[in-house]
């Protein structure tokens, strides 16, 4: 569905040059459900408007949907569904209003477009809004009119930039959940792009990690978290400081151990953590050390984050 090599994009600000796009290589198959995950100015938004046609690369090329974006735009945009940063519709119309208003601009004719937005309706939970006005719903509400109105001409491949921003967690893994079910539903190809780790961590199937203009990682997040950051064990044992670390295989990782109730609290730093953690309280059984509690602390995908770039995104998004 999308083939992009070398992206590029630059602006001019005054006398400065911003690189916002700094020749990406990316791929996204049929059927995908990608995030482009990173923080506020990473570069999010000027890729998927390049890969939407909205914007022209300074270098580079991206095949979407089988056609050029330069060479060839109206035939990209003719199949695809776009919904942008902070849309919403226009404020006066009411929600079905909006829905056929869309069915017209993409030259539907009224049976075809009154049935979708019928369906659509049903299908994100607007029931009984549709003769509200767009301005009365709330932010969920709003966003999931966002997706219907991106849904009407029935796009193979839809394109949603930052759709949770702004919503509260439930509303987002709301959202998520529609958007997952309408993937189903029409077989599409989706990217999105979010700046929350916990989402894109629980939602996505797959992440594209993007800061200052580069990827740094694409994978699903289990396999980031396994490739770039490591898994926290803690356990507490009845034992001496010298027979744990004796017991401990030499490959599990960083030991630190600590004064505890009496006893020892133990942590270790390791890959798989929870595949390792069965396997150390044997050892330490062994050699006769006693687990009383045991834990293990899934790395985060801030945790990948910041290895990859010695920044916390939590703690820029916060700020
Ligand atoms: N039209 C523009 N003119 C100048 N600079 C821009 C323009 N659009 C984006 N930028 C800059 O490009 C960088 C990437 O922006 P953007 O793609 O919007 O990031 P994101 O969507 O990840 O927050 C930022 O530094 C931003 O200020
Ligand atoms: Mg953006």
């Known amino acids: 569905m999308i083939r992009a090599r070398g992206l590029t994009r630059t602006f001019k600000r005054g006398k400065d040059v911003v690189e916002a796009v700094k020749g990406i290589d990316v791929d996204v198959a049929e059927g995908e459900l990608v995030a482009f995950l990173g923080p506020n100015g990473a570069g999010k938004s000027t890729t998927l408007r390049m890969l939407t046609s909205l914007l022209s690369p300074t270098a580079g090329s991206a095949q979407v949907a089988g056609y050029d974006v330069v060479a060839h735009p109206a035939q990209v945009r003719a199949r695809l569904g ?15 209003d909006e829905l056929h208003n ?4 993409y030259g539907l004719a009224p049976d075809v477009y009154k049935r979708r937005a019928a369906d659509l309706v049903d299908a994100l939970e607007l029931t009984g809004l ?6 009365s719903l709330s932010g969920g509400q709003r966003r999931r009119l966002d997706v219907a109105l991106g849904l009407m001409n029935h796009p193979p491949l839809l394109f949603l930039d930052e759709p949770t921003t702004g919503l509260d967690p439930h509303s987002r893994a709301n959202l998520w959940e529609h958007i997952a079910a309408m993937r189903e539903r029409y077989g599409m190809t989706v990217v999105l792009t979010t700046h929350y780790l916990d989402e894109a961590d629980s939602m996505a199937e797959r ?35 010298a027979t744990v670390r004796g017991a401990l295989p030499p490959d599990l990782g960083e030991v630190a151990v600590t004064p505890r109730d009496g006893g020892l609290r133990v942590r270790v730093a390791t890959a798989r953590g929870a595949d390792r953690l069965p396997g150390a309280i044997e050892a330490l059984r062994l050699a006769g050390a006693t687990t009383t509690s045991a834990s293990v602390k899934q790395a985060s995908l801030d945790d990948v984050f910041l290895n990859l770039t010695g920044r916390s995104l939590r703690e820029e998004a916060a700020a």
């Open 207 to 241: 992440v594209v990690v993007i800061d200052h203009g580069e990827i740094i990682a694409d994978a699903a997040p289990d396999v980031l978290k396994r490739e770039y950051a490591d898994d926290v064990l803690t356990l507490d044992v009845a034992g001496d400081e």
């Open 82 to 96: 776009f919904i942008g940063q902070g849309n919403g519709g226009g404020f006066s119309y009411k929600v079905r």
């Open 130 to 135: 549709e003769k509200r006005s767009v301005q």
């Open 102 to 105: 869309q069915g017209r601009f």
